[in-house]
């Protein structure tokens, strides 16, 4: 183990144990990427492992049309306290730390063992030596922020933001099926953190908890193991719990226009007083428990006729490649090539009145369910422009008529309204607040 | 996307979805390491996450002194059957469907879509373009196997097994501060699934849980998000929840005489009936619940004092580098520097008759605990030749004098017996069952 050499721009005692001073001279060696950009940043004559950084600041928060990363936690938060300054003061320490911490540094200077002996570290301590991991943290407010909503009617408007609340924000209605846990729902404040280091994704949200000590507390939190959406034209499609590609007919980064239209807020969305909104979008969280013994017993043909896309390649059924065009005219002897209940004929824009939604989706196993079998599914993400007109309507859609909704179970539910980008200098929230 | 040539030697069909056919052919390229050897195998020009095979037989079983890798799923399962033939039958099935997937394929040829369209798919399918990823599959045997065990005392022998039992191999003592769960604890049988892609890991057991149907039933599961021991000289140290380096007094694959006096089972350790034992290991398996918030208000001083290391490079307190060799008789004005009731003092050998153990842990963090906190720990793994004369003194001495214990809660416990590993043609449990 060799000490990296200390920059000469800084005093030896701060940059030892940094977590970028491990890795030797990152600093210089790092390409940012345009925050809402692309691809996550790459040195390109090195592991792309050591050295990525995503791009804290920009017009769009980092991690809604990033290239998705491997890995998430997701924690949701409620807010304990009624002091708007003391909330306000988290906002702002939570904006340095989590900038700090997607550069790869721990949540303050030299926070883990150079912030005196006698006092607490300022940083736990389990990401030193790990790199920024491409690290992007998404904040996203909640409803009950706001006063009264439909799951805390009686909740009082605590931080006098009730004229503040975008029409659109507002708990997710009861769908067919659904058999949502508070316990797993809600929540007042969001934080999405997607790393391609799951250790890097967990001390980030650690830390933030940490400092909210006596704020928020953590609500829930769920961890997903594997992305199951593709973001951007490069990235290869993952599979899912059931086995399929999942993320194929996904909204991509590249797509300026149908980005524009179905994923930022628009000025013309909201009144003055939600303007704050505009540029963000609106983040509906579902944990969709997937049975996945009943679905392992179902034929292969059973299997592709639900989804309506075959298991091997991901091509719609009657067409042989991923990225063919679903052709749902198609008929055959028996009724439709893709059926009137497969997955992906109810979820496409031509049967919804061409609705589209970003899919940023996680693979989640959270032990066992104590009846033998293993409590896995999918912690679903999406990104769209008004839940009201795109994720309501297209999950009334699925949650009636869909094929799979025999295999699964939405036991979690959230609506968070994620601002737009930071301006230097500006906070987490800076425009909802003053 | 590229569809790779069918090499020569395959039938198109057979090849099309296989997972080694998505990266064309890998199979001329794989490294094989020995089982029980010392590091994954790498493809020297390659991107080393593309092609990692650890061979699955072996003198001894893979998983054990391998290069610890990042990612653990470990499961628990229940034998729910009384037939002696239908478990033998799914321990053959599940030898042959863990030896492929070990190398990177589906459990069988071309499980996932080329089983027939009409079969329920021979494998699940979401490790379809996934290699191998260094993945290792452990098995154990617990107690309730044998009969009436410590937590089940009314168990009947139904598999006719109580005369093979070895003595090592009973439930676990109680240790001060336990507070046990069962629904966390025990179990007849475990696999240990280690790999660099969790997918890989969670796919594993996944399919193996799905084998088992009528046989057995998943009892609990533990997925862990990074590893917190080295088991090679090679690895770099990582970090454990509480932000310290874990891991670095550890035994190490290359210290033969170590690992043979420690981790292996003697054949003098054993009467004739429980030889099967010979070459094999002993696995213990706490879940740690750690008490992140607490610890995160204790003074560097007092965390680093509790360990009896320093948070930062993680050397002896009284020492500055990680490999200096602590020295527990140095003394200050307060006491000695290295606290009477630190950790690694009272786990080192000098202060328990020389015992050692193979630690090969993992951080987890479940959600959150309904109280506003994370749920996360370490999934303490260990593995050794007896645990009596290992494992339990080491923990007695830990839970009753350790200051750390004062931030832990042990809520899981398990000891599975591993057999060695298996020559060709043999099967998991093969010499405890014939
Ligand atoms: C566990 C639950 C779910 C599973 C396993 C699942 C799986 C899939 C799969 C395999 C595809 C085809 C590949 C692709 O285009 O990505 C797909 C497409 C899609 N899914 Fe889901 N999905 C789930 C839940 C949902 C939910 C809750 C929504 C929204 C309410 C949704 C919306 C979509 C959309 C919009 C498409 C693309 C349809 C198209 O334009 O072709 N899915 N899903
Ligand atoms: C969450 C619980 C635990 C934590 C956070 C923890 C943490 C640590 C740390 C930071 C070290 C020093 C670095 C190293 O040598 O790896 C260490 C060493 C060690 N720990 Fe633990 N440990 C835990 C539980 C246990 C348990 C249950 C045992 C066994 C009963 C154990 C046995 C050891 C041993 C044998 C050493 C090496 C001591 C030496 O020879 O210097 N630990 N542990």
């Known amino acids: 183990m060799t000490e990296p050499t200390p920059a000469p721009d800084e005093p030896t005692n701060k940059r030892r144990f940094s977590r970028r001073a491990l890795f030797g001279a990152t600093g210089a060696g790092v390409v940012v990427a345009a925050a809402g950009g692309v691809t996550a940043a790459r040195l390109a004559d090195d592991d792309s492992s050591t050295s990525n950084v995503v791009a804290f600041r920009g017009t769009r928060q980092a991690g809604i049309v990033t290239e998705a990363q491997d890995r998430l936690h997701f924690a949701s938060f409620d807010v304990i306290t009624d002091s708007r300054d003391d909330l306000i003061d988290m906002l702002q320490r939570w904006t340095a730390a989590a900038e700090r911490m997607t550069r790869g540094d721990e949540t303050v200077d030299g926070g883990a063992v150079d912030h005196g002996e006698y006092n607490p570290p300022a940083d736990t301590g389990e990401a030193l030596g790990l790199d920024a991991s491409s690290l992007t943290l998404t904040v996203g407010f909640g409803p009950g922020l706001f006063g009264p909503s439909a799951s805390d009617p009686d909740r009082p408007d605590r931080f006098g933001l009730a004229s503040r609340k975008p029409d659109a924000l507002k708990d997710l209605p009861a769908f067919a099926k659904d058999a949502i846990e508070p316990s797993r729902s809600y929540g007042d404040i969001c934080v999405q953190a997607c790393a391609n280091d799951p250790q890097v994704a967990v001390h980030a949200i650690r830390n933030l908890a940490r400092m909210g000590f006596g ?131 109810l979820a496409h824009p031509d049967n919804l009145n061409g609705i589209q939604i970003l899919r940023r989706g996680y693979n989640f196993t959270d032990g066992s369910d104590g009846f033998g079998h293993l409590d896995a599914g999918l912690f679903f993400i999406a990104y769209c422009r008004d839940p009201d007109s795109q994720f309501v309507p297209m999950q009334k859609q699925l949650a009636s008529k869909d094929a799979m909704m025999e295999y699964l179970t939405h036991n979690g539910s959230a609506l968070f309204a994620c601002p737009p980008g930071l301006q230097p200098g500006e906070w987490w929230g800076q425009h909802l607040f003053t």
């Not at 704020?215 to 939190?221: D, E, H, K, N």
């Not at 013994?293 to 042989?320: F, H, Y």
């Open 215 to 345: 704020v928020v507390s953590v609500r829930w939190s769920q961890l997903g193991f594997g992305r199951t959406s593709t973001t951007t034209v490069s990235q290869q499609t993952p599979r899912n719990m059931f086995g399929f590609k999942d993320g194929t007919a996904n909204i991509r980064a590249e797509q300026t226009d149908v980005v524009n239209r179905w994923v930022w807020v628009d000025p013309a969305d909201n009144a003055a007083p939600a303007q704050w909104m505009t540029g963000g979008s609106y983040l509906v969280a579902r944990r969709i428990r997937m049975d996945i013994e009943p679905w392992d017993r179902a034929n292969l043909s059973e299997q592709e006729a639900i989804v309506g896309r075959t298991k091997g390649a991901g091509a719609p059924l009657g067409m042989t490649r991923e990225d063919d065009t679903p052709d749902f005219a198609v008929a055959t002897a028996d009724g439709p090539m893709i059926a009137r209940d497969a997955h992906v004929r």
